[in-house]
């Protein structure tokens, strides 16, 4: 069960990364967004000259806005990637090492049910000792592309 244990903590070293590229690209999102919502209320303050109440109402909105954008793109990937909340399971990361790599495909996911079946035989333990080796190769973190989270680094 060692080989399984390491397929686990790459699996777990994949949705970290996971998560970290999601936070990269909700901070840039944020900065983006916020950006654009204060060029926005400043020029609609600038050509309607608004009265102070009516600037009391933007400023407002403004804040419940950003405080939206940032619970949604920071806050949320900073509390899955922390663990604070259950987020991408081992199965469905594997689901997604799948698309990415097509030698992989659905062993990973067959590994992870077999795994979880209750009755541990000497050959279940087999099967998963030799599914786990035949695993071991793939660099599953190479499945996230960081430069992708990056990528909206242009917008800001």
Known sequence: MDSYGRILH???????RYYKRQLIKG????LFFGGLLLL???ALEYF?????GMRTLLLWLGVLLEGFLLFRYVAMPALYLFRLRKGLSYKEGSRI??????????????????????EK??????SIEQRSQ???????????????????ARYT
């Open 134 to 152: 035949d695993l071991i190769k793939i660099p599953f973190q190479r499945a996230i592309n960081m430069k992708e989270g990056y990528r909206y």
């Open 97 to 118: 090492i799948g698309r990415h790599f097509s030698d992989v495909s659905d062993k990973l996911y067959n590994l992870l049910e077999l795994a979880e079946n209750q």
């Open 27 to 30: 901070v840039f999102l944020f």
């Open 10 to 16: 790459k699996l777990q070293t994949f949705v970290n």
């Open 48 to 52: 309607l000259w608004l009265n102070p």
């Open 121 to 126: 035989t000497e050959l279940l333990l087999a």
């Open 40 to 42: 926005f209320v400043g």
